[in-house]
């Protein structure tokens, strides 16, 4: 079991930067791949970024390459989510989920847990 926690959301105004943090307990933490998805009320949840169990391998959505970096701290069991060159369109709930098995990265039909979500809002 991996129980994850969201933290760093909040208001920005259209070209600044947040960083998101997700911190996790539970089952070993450096041997999950960990994704970064949001929502947007009416919509399905979408992909944002995710790396692999060691941060040797990393995808992005087209929408944010470029802009979002993501990176893992093992030793503090947390995965970050930097945004940079935020944009109106950017602002979700943003969510981190765990998967046991790393396949494309980008599906949540991979992941085995998620968190509770933390807001951004990106003011235009």
């Known amino acids: 079991q991996v129980q994850l926690v969201e933290s760093g959301g909040g208001l920005v105004q259209a070209g600044g930067s947040l960083r998101l943090s997700c911190a996790a307990s539970g089952r070993t933490f450096s041997s999950i791949a960990v994704g970064w998805f949001r929502q947007v009320p009416g919509k399905e949840r979408e992909f944002v970024a995710a790396?692999?169990?060691?941060?040797?391998?990393?995808v992005y959505a087209d929408s944010v390459k470029g802009r979002f970096t993501i990176s893992r701290d093992n030793a503090k069991n947390t995965v970050y989510l930097q945004m940079n060159s935020l944009k109106a369109e950017d602002t979700a709930v943003y969510y981190c989920?765990?998967?046991?098995?790393?396949?494309?990265?980008?599906?949540?039909?991979?992941?085995?847990?998620w968190g509770q979500g933390t807001q951004v809002t990106v003011s235009s």
């Open positions: 790396i692999s169990w060691n941060g040797g391998r990393t």
């Open positions: 989920a765990a998967a046991k098995t790393w396949l494309s990265g980008s599906s949540r039909y991979e992941y085995d847990y």
